[in-house]
């Protein structure tokens, strides 16, 4: 069966220019997301990881950034945003999403296999997505400017962790996406 994560955080009126500044505000909206799961087992069998591309009866298919633009309304311009950020997650945190560090609920990837205690080379932390759907589920009353930044950058984060790059734990967003 396939599952689709996307339980998402309510967008409040309030957010939506931020939403907009963010290009997240069409995603964002969309209330639910049908998965056709004969179309998704047809793609998968005809899916070659070395060229990344699906072969089809017609020919090779692959899916480009454009694509992705046009299915999800995403921006694709603009420079890419890449490097590291200087601070550490849970200050990231504090600071960007307002949760104070003894509050945030993160948790870091581990490598399977003998040693399931073993950290990964490059550790990731993500955020529970449980809890930041619940602690953004309404914006407060009569919030400031910050407060609403914060709601909106919650509502990006659950998006990209439980739609646009959904892994299959789907209880986690990392928090690189912060950056």
Not at 5 to 31: E, T
Not at 38 to 61: D, K, Q
Not at 167 to 172: A, E, F, P, V
């Amino acid at each position: 069966n396939v599952r689709c994560h996307r339980v998402g955080i309510p967008v409040d009126p309030l957010c939506s220019a931020a939403l907009h500044n963010l290009g997240f505000y069409q995603i964002a909206k969309m209330k639910k997301i049908n998965v056709d799961k004969y179309l998704i087992s047809a793609l998968v069998e005809r899916w070659r990881p070395e060229t990344n591309s699906f072969h089809l009866p017609v020919g090779e298919m692959t899916v480009t950034l454009q694509d992705v633009s046009c299915l999800w309304g995403l921006p694709i311009h603009g420079k890419p945003i890449i490097g590291k950020a200087g601070a550490t997650w849970s200050g990231l945190i504090e600071r960007l999403l307002g949760i104070p560090i003894d509050e945030q609920h993160m948790k870091q990837k581990r490598k399977r296999g003998d040693d399931d205690n073993i950290a990964v080379k490059n550790s990731q932390y993500s955020l529970n997505l449980g809890k930041l759907r619940e602690r953004f589920q309404v914006v407060p009353d009569n919030p400031v400017d910050r407060e609403i930044h914060w709601h909106a950058r919650a509502i990006v984060l659950e998006i990209l962790g439980s739609t646009v790059f959904t892994d299959t734990s789907g209880d986690g967003v990392p928090t690189m996406y912060l950056q």
